[in-house]
Structures are given as C-alpha cells and as structure tokens.
C-alpha cells in the first residue's frame, strides 16, 4: 500500500481508536500514544495535537494524578459528550468499513 494512503487510513480512524481507548480505561497521553504505536503503527507526535483538540471539542477531560515515579500525570477521561461521539463515530465506522468489505469481496 502506499505510504500515503496508509498514513490517510490511520489518521481518519485516529479519533476513534483514541476515544475506546479512553472509553476502557483513563489515561494519559503518552501511554495512548504507545498503545497506538504498537497496534497501528501512528507515532506519538500526533496524538498530542489530538488531544488538545478533543479537550477543547469537549470529547475528554483532563485530571491530575500524582505518580510513583516522578511529576504528577494529566490523565484524559471521557465526558459525556466523548462518550456519545464514540459511539456514533463506532456505528459509522461499522457501516463504512461493512460497504467497504462488501466492495472488496465482490472483486475477488
């Protein structure tokens, strides 16, 4: 596949992965970020700028949790809001990947 229609994939399903992510349990970013490293392939520098904006769209919010091992964390919940954007943004993705899967199998 090439480089740049892989990289187009990733990112327009970046906000949905980041969203059940949150959805199964709180987290900051950096550990998002290496989740998403390892399934995907997406690398950290993008999921920072995502972030912020899904604060500021009011999808997550942010707390502080002291850790063991240095500075406190800003730890990213969803709200209420994120919540409901996941599971619309899930119901689409559904659609959008079955019509896709169907294409790909009538072209076999």
């Known amino acids: ?3 740049a229609i892989e990289i187009q994939l990733k990112k327009g399903a970046l906000e949905l992965c980041v969203l059940a992510l949150l959805s199964q349990h709180d987290s900051y970013a950096y550990e998002i970020a290496s989740r ?3 399934a ?12 912020r904006r899904l ?3 009011g999808l997550v919010e942010t707390y502080l949790e002291e850790s063991p091992s240095g500075p406190s964390r800003k730890y990213y919940r969803l709200t209420e809001a994120g919540k ?3 599971s ?4 689409s993705w559904r659609s959008f990947s079955g019509a896709v899967e169907d294409i790909l199998g ?3």
């Open 1 to 3: 596949m090439p480089e």
């Open 36 to 38: 998403l490293a390892d």
């Open 40 to 51: 995907i392939g997406m690398g950290e520098g993008t999921i920072y700028p995502l972030m």
């Open 55 to 57: 604060q500021t769209d």
């Open 84 to 86: 409901r954007s996941l």
């Open 88 to 91: 619309s943004q899930k119901a």
């Open 106 to 108: 009538e072209t076999q």
